[in-house]
């Protein structure tokens, strides 16, 4: 059966750092690419960083960029996201999604070509 999940999420002060893990079943990172986004309380799901089947290509939000780093593991098939410098903006529920692409492939999904999602786990910069 196929399944996402994440985890690594908790309380931080701002400027504290945190990483995330994207466990996948079913979905062979060879295969997909993967997108992890947000949703804040009261607003709707951003996509943060993406990286792609390859592992050679990544995308990140201007919002993060030079803050978060993604990065996979092929063999345990998870993929992570390292959150450093964090902000109380940075607040939010993460979720990391896959979304089927050609093999081995540099490409990165649109938004909207992402359709599976986790149960996400909850971040919050805070003092």
């Known amino acids: 059966q196929s399944q996402v999940v994440e985890s690594g999420g908790g309380l931080v002060e701002p400027g504290g750092s945190l990483r995330l893990s994207c466990a996948l079943f079913?979905?062979?990172?060879?295969?997909?690419?993967i997108g992890w986004f947000r949703q804040a309380p009261g607003k709707g799901r951003e996509g943060v960083a993406y990286?792609?089947?390859?592992?050679?290509?990544?995308r990140y939000d201007e919002s993060v960029k030079d803050r978060f780093t993604v990065s996979r593991d092929i063999a345990k098939n998870t993929v992570y996201l390292e959150m450093n410098n964090l902000k109380p903006a940075d607040t939010a529920v993460y979720l990391c999604?896959?979304?089927?692409?050609?093999?081995?492939?540099?490409?990165?999904?649109?938004?909207?070509?992402?359709?599976?999602w986790g149960g996400g786990t909850r971040v919050t910069v805070s003092s």
């Open positions: 999604s896959p979304a089927a692409v050609r093999f081995r492939s540099s490409y990165l999904p649109q938004n909207g070509e992402f359709h599976e």
């Open positions: 079913g979905f062979p990172l060879n295969s997909y690419a």
């Open positions: 990286i792609s089947s390859d592992g050679t290509n990544t």
